[in-house]
């Protein structure tokens, strides 16, 4: 076994586990391929078990013989062991720090663990392209399923089924695909069942500086407008940023070509500049040593705000093309998997009740994330610690959570899930015993074969136990469209995962409990009361005389 | 009234920017003698704003437009009104009219002196008893061995700013009393303001003293030792000076200052740094300013942390918590001063208290609070609230600081107030409006000469009879959150901005989602359900002749944290499953097992048979809950992303839609 080798020191006894605001537990550490475990081999007390994977950088500290490891994690939980002897703490650390690189995604713990739990529905199977074109289908026949990326070939990043309009065939998305960047054509993301306007999105297009121009993605696009319609393109990147694509060989739909559209430039950052804002914020929020103007100074300088707001600004635009004006929307960024996707996946959060449903939201995560092509292998290796220069990492999936969890708190009632499930997502998209966010594509997770190797984290989800755990007390369904502020004294720091490990979250815990038995007592109260009517309108038939006084 | 020049103007636009309004209202707009009132024209709504005179902060009359004259008007309680006005002249008249009335230069002509409440004389006299601080001296158990009511300071003789009773420690004598007040800013000498029973320590309150470089008085120096001996548990007292050290130096030289140590034995000295009340009013305006730009982020941001305002917060959060600790903790008694002893030192006691007792932190206990650290100790109402027009410099918002800090713990511990931020706006409201005598006037004996007593009534009772309106839902007396001592997190990142008490936003229709709201309307269901089964139950006993079976409802609580620590572990681990505590046997909610003492369920004519449809009968959930169902309105929310292009109230103030940028 390879993971043998890697750990030099399998255990180590009398070490000390720090963590901000709980006990202190001294215990025997040990050390397995996947994970650290500090059991104190008493009963009632917690043992720690953590990932390797979910480890994002450590430090080493000495004093005297006493060694300490602080170990930092991905969810951004900061955690300090203490461990007697310089040899051992030594041997420790540069075993945490192989095992929690390792490069090959087939050593990975979702390979290695055993669900416990009965798997009642195969996560895997919950969310096929095929199931939710079954539902297209039944509000329009104006769409077809394409085999064309069957084998992968016209779009790596794309599942082998996706929506295009009907009356395109094969041929026309494969020559559009050329057109667009990594293939990723225009296909279908939401139907809007209101009023039958549709949002699409794609990679950007290849027109490069000479202006280069292709009829069948022209034809694509104009498909998917009613007669006398016009459409809107969403361009996620300012118009310099967008012109400067030109000089790579990308671009933007030009006037010229695309009458029938009408091009708005919004101004999402791209990856890298997102991944610094994350560092910086964190950074910000474990220094408790600020004082109040060096910290409001931080987080503005974070620009992690500023980032939800635009990003939300321009899934509300969206949803407003869509909704208000009445009219079909194309969103692309450069890639198109990125704030391509926070955009669209935002858009139907506003717009589709189902999609603030625990069962609609995980649907949305796989349609136009996971299926989409979000590269989460590359976006999620490392998180807020990272000491190394940033390769392809960026918090782009957390931002879309983030904007969910605005929403959510402006409209408390209309989500069926609480904060909770926002949290256990994006927990699981950094490091999780589930294959569900392993690699970058339906392509991969495919060649990787995720769905018979592993368990998907939604098998895990949809047991009642979890599900009740999830279910936001204070839902009722809502089926309108709900639109959020994103003023900026509306939009705030998101407490849940940025401040988790650095406040006692005692008293918000006990109003939460307090809630939720506010409302378990009432319909407890109801059932009772509907059982006594029952049993009073029996008893008051079968004997009349009793109701005349 | 002679104020009043022209007492009606039609086909007049509103827009009341602070909630968000995005198209004008078209309308009459009338001037009372007390009220600005906008009637819609609109046959079917005909809403009404009413804005009281007091509560106009300003009102300013920007450029002549094509469509006629503007009026800004701003209220004390954040509102921003913009007017448009056909004709000129109309609009000359309002503004001169409103300026006027809007800056009463008497307190006869305030609005308090001519509001009459539908009460009678006795219920009015009533009114004024209602909070009695005497009995709250009794329950902290004072007087008592350590602490006595004195009489030095009937007919305010000895410190005309202090109420009349007061409470010293047991061995000061009159003359003690009156040596030290005249060593202290405005007599302002050494008085209790809370004792906590636990510890036998105190918070006591004064001025500065006036010792300039050098100056020193024996009886004060006497005063503060029998502050030290009334607490049997502790050698030494804490001195608060609220002030930065820089500011208490610099008043040496006017003959002032604060403490030498070297004067007086057994004394902590302990500068807290919150600013005076020049700087706070500087701060609260550039965050009504950056509010109302609706800026990027960025300047958001960069605003809040410019006014400072937040900081200030915390700084006053910090000072009643170092008391409270010192009082609780250490059990040492602290005496606190500031410069006058009516701002700083005002809302350092009342944190504390906030902090150190329960009492305080329900709605009565605050009206309580209130009215013993700010209204009694003579907190400058007049003056800091701009009743009358008088010295721009003497406003300050130094009770709203109070009030936020008091929000900002109740962002903490949200369990462990009785009231909401309702009640809190509330009293934020009234102490502006001077809608009631309350808070008018600067000091006890003020109010005494005003006889205000029999003018006007007191705010107090009124809040009271709509307590239901004020409760917190997740209220829970029994929670160790809401049990003694408070110790806040007064870590930056913990205070937020307070949306709520400037931003009218969510107040307005449609409104948001508000879980309280929501539960409020839950719990209020289920005290009917209580009933209804109750009356079920003895139906159901006299139908069948058997004995009632009293039915206790009882749904266990779940431990867990709303932000559950995901376990990674192979195996299942013992932390999946839920430790499901026994029942709640106390928690208030169980259903009172006492027998009914009804008549007879049989002879009730009343009852009905509740059948079919009636199963499922939901009970009433106020509007705002049912709103939900037109929360497509809210588009106009979508501040930075307007749909606004179809709407013909075009205003020019308003930030243009995004679509017309692209």
Redesign the interface.
């Known amino acids: 076994m390879e993971f043998a080798e890697l750990i030099k020191t399998p255990r180590v006894d009398g070490v000390v586990l720090h963590r901000p605001f709980m006990p202190t537990v001294e215990g025997t550490l040990c050390l397995t391929g996947h994970h650290l475990i500090l059991s104190s081999r008493q009963d009632n007390t917690e043992e720690l078990w953590l990932l390797h994977s979910n480890i994002d950088s450590i430090e080493k500290r000495f004093v005297g013989s006493l060694g300490s490891i602080i170990v930092k994690c991905k969810d951004l939980r900061v955690i300090q062991l203490d461990i007697p002897g310089m040899e051992e703490c030594l041997n420790i650390a540069s075993s945490i720090e192989a095992l929690s690189t390792l490069d090959s995604l087939s050593l990975m713990y979702p390979f290695f663990y055993r669900p416990m739990f009965e798997v009642i529905e195969d996560g895997w199977n919950s969310f096929l392209p095929e199931d939710a074109f079954k539902d297209l289908e039944s509000m329009t026949d104006e769409w077809r399923l394409s085999e064309v990326n069957k084998d992968f070939s016209v779009c790596p990043s794309y599942p082998p089924l996706v929506a295009v309009p009907k009356y395109v065939d094969d041929d026309t998305l494969r020559k559009a695909a050329t057109f667009r960047h990594g293939g990723r054509f225009p296909v279908l993301s939401y139907y809007h069942k209101k009023n039958g306007m549709v949002m699409m999105r794609a990679g950007q297009p290849l027109t490069g500086t000479n202006g280069r121009r292709c009829k069948e993605d022209e034809k694509l696009i104009n498909a998917t407008l009613r007669p006398g319609k016009r459409g809107y393109i969403i361009d996620t990147r300012t118009i310099n940023v967008a012109q400067q694509a030109k000089a790579r060989g990308g671009g933007f739909e030009s006037e010229a070509n695309y009458p029938q559209w009408r091009r708005i430039h919004k101004a999402i950052e791209r990856a890298n500049i997102l991944q610094e804002s994350l560092i910086k914020l964190v950074e910000a929020c474990n220094d408790q040593s600020h004082s109040m103007d060096r910290w409001l100074s931080k987080l503005e300088a974070s620009n992690w705000q500023t980032h939800v707001k635009e990003i939300l600004t321009t899934a509300c635009l969206a949803a407003q093309c869509i909704d208000r004006e009445g009219a079909s929307v194309l969103v692309h960024g450069t890639e198109g998997t990125d704030s391509t996707l926070q955009v669209t996946s935002l858009a139907q959060i506003i717009l589709d009740p189902a999609c603030r449903t625990i069962r609609g939201f995980q649907g949305l995560v796989e349609r136009e994330w996971l299926q989409a092509g979000h590269p989460f292998q590359q976006r999620c290796a490392q998180s807020a610690y990272s000491n190394s220069k940033p390769r392809q990492e960026a918090p782009s999936f957390l931002l879309f959570l983030d904007c969910v969890w605005q929403i959510l708190r402006q409209f408390p009632c209309s989500f069926e899930f609480s904060e909770g499930f926002l949290v256990l997502v994006f927990e699981h998209a950094y490091a999780s015993q589930f294959g569900t966010f392993l690699g970058n594509s339906t392509a991969e997770r495919a060649k990787l074969s995720l769905p018979e190797k592993t368990v998907s984290l939604w098998s895990w989800v949809n047991r009642p136990q979890e599900l009740e755990r999830l279910t936001n007390p204070l839902y009722e369904a809502n089926s309108l469209v709900i639109w959020p502020s994103v003023a900026p004294q509306s939009l705030l720091l998101w407490e849940g995962v940025f401040l988790r490990w650095n406040r006692s979250s005692k008293c918000l815990d006990e109003a939460y409990e307090e809630m939720v038995h506010i409302i378990a007592y009432n319909k407890e109260l109801q059932n009772k009361v509907n059982s006594l009517r029952r049993q009073l309108a029996q008893l008051e038939t079968e004997d009349p005389l009793l109701q005349t006084p | 009234m002679e104020h009043l020049r022209t007492p009606k103007v039609e086909n007049v636009r509103l827009l009341d920017r602070s909630s968000g309004q995005r198209k004008a209202s078209i309308g009459t707009l009338y001037l009372s003698a007390t009220h600005t009132i906008f009637v819609e024209n609109n046959p079917e709504s005909r809403k009404e704003t009413w804005v009281l005179h007091s509560m106009v902060s300003s009102v300013e009359r920007p450029p002549t437009i094509p469509a006629g004259s503007q009026l800004i008007l701003r209220c004390k309680d954040f509102r921003v009104f913009q007017i448009l006005i056909p004709q000129e002249r109309d609009c000359l008249d309002v503004h001169t009219s409103l300026v006027r009335l809007s800056r009463p230069e008497k307190y006869s002509e305030l609005y308090c002196l001519s509001f009459n409440p539908n009460v009678n004389k006795m219920e009015r006299e009533e009114s004024w008893n209602f909070i009695d601080l005497m009995a709250d001296y009794k329950r902290m158990g004072v007087p008592n061995n350590l602490w006595v009511a004195t009489a030095a300071n009937s007919e305010y003789r000895v410190c005309d700013t202090y109420p009349s009773e007061l409470f010293v420690p047991k061995m000061a004598t009159p003359a003690i009393i009156v040596g030290s007040s005249r060593f202290r800013s405005r007599g302002r000498f050494p008085a209790l303001s809370y004792f906590h029973q636990d510890t036998l320590a105190a918070v006591c309150r004064c001025s500065q003293p006036l010792s300039g470089f050098s100056g020193r008085c024996q009886e004060d120096e006497m005063m503060l030792q029998m502050l030290m001996k009334a607490n049997p548990g502790s050698d030494y007292i804490y001195v608060v000076d609220t002030r930065p050290k820089l500011n208490a130096m610099a008043n040496r030289a006017a003959g002032k200052g604060y403490e030498n140590e070297d004067h007086y034995t057994n004394i902590k000295l302990q500068f807290i740094g919150i600013e005076n009340i020049h700087v706070m009013r500087s701060s609260q305006q550039k965050i009504i300013d950056s ?1 109302m730009r ?9 605003g ?2 410019n006014s ?1 305002w ?2 200030h917060i ?1 700084a006053i959060l910090d000072a009643g918590l170092f008391i409270a600790r010192a009082v609780a903790d250490e059990g040492v008694s602290v005496l606190v001063h500031c410069s006058d002893g009516w701002d700083r030192t005002a809302q350092a006691c009342s944190v504390a208290s906030i902090l150190l007792d329960p009492y305080y932190r329900t709605i009565k206990g605050l009206m309580v609070l209130i009215e013993r650290d700010w209204v009694c100790f003579g907190h400058k109402f007049s003056h800091r609230y701009a009743h009358l027009d008088g010295d721009p410099k003497e406003v300050s918002p130094v009770i709203d600081q109070f009030l936020e800090c008091v929000w900002q713990l109740s962002e ?5 107030f009785e009231f909401n931020e309702r009640f809190i706006i509330s009293i934020h409201t009234h102490v502006y409006s001077s809608q009631y005598g309350t808070f008018l006037g600067n000091c006890q004996k003020e109010r005494r000469d005003m006889r205000l007593r029999e003018r006007s009534h007191s705010v107090w009772p009124q809040l009271w009879k709509d307590r239901a309106e004020y409760t917190n ?2 209220y ?1 007396a029994e ?1 160790s ?1 809401s049990q003694g001592v408070l110790r806040p ?1 007064t ?7 307070w ?1 709520g008490l ?2 009218h ?1 969510e107040k307005s229709t449609p409104p ?4 309280a709201n ?2 409020s309307a ?2 209020e ?2 005290q009917q ?2 009933e ?2 109750t009356n ?2 003895e ?2 006993a006299a ?2 002749g058997k004995p009632i079976m009293w ?1 206790k ?3 266990p ?8 620590q ?8 013992t ?1 999946y499953t839920d430790t499901i505590t026994s029942p ?1 046997q106390d ?1 208030g ?1 169980t259903l009172s097992s006492e027998p009914a003492n009804r008549k007879t369920p ?2 009730d ?1 009343d009852l009905t ?3 079919g449809p ?2 499922q009968l939901k009970s009433p959930i106020p509007d705002d809950l049912s709103t ?5 309105s ?2 106009a ?5 307007s ?1 606004s292009r179809g709407d013909d109230g075009k205003d020019p103030d308003l930030g243009e839609a ?2 017309i940028t ?1």
């Not at chain 2, 609580?557 to 559950?564: D, E």
């Not at chain 2, 939900?628 to 497509?632: A, N, P, Q, T, V």
């Not at chain 2, 929310?637 to 992303?641: A, E, G, I, T, V």
């Open positions: 509010e609706s800026p990027s982020m960025t300047d958001f941001l960069y809040l942390e400072g937040l900081k915390k903490q511990f949200p369990c462990a839902p997740l829970q929670l959150q997190n870590t930056p990142y913990c205070f937020k901005m949306k400037y931003n936003t948001r989602q508000s879980p929501f539960l839950v719990r269901e289920s359900l209580e209804e089964l079920h139950q139906r159901i139908l069948t039915e409802i009882e749904v609580r779940r431990r867990t944290s709303h932000l559950r995901t376990h990674r572990g192979p195996d299942p681990p932390t709640a928690n909610h049989t002879q004519p048979l509740p059948l009636h199963t939900r169902s037109d929360l497509e809210g588009v929310d979508l501040s930075s992303c749909s995004v679509f692209a």
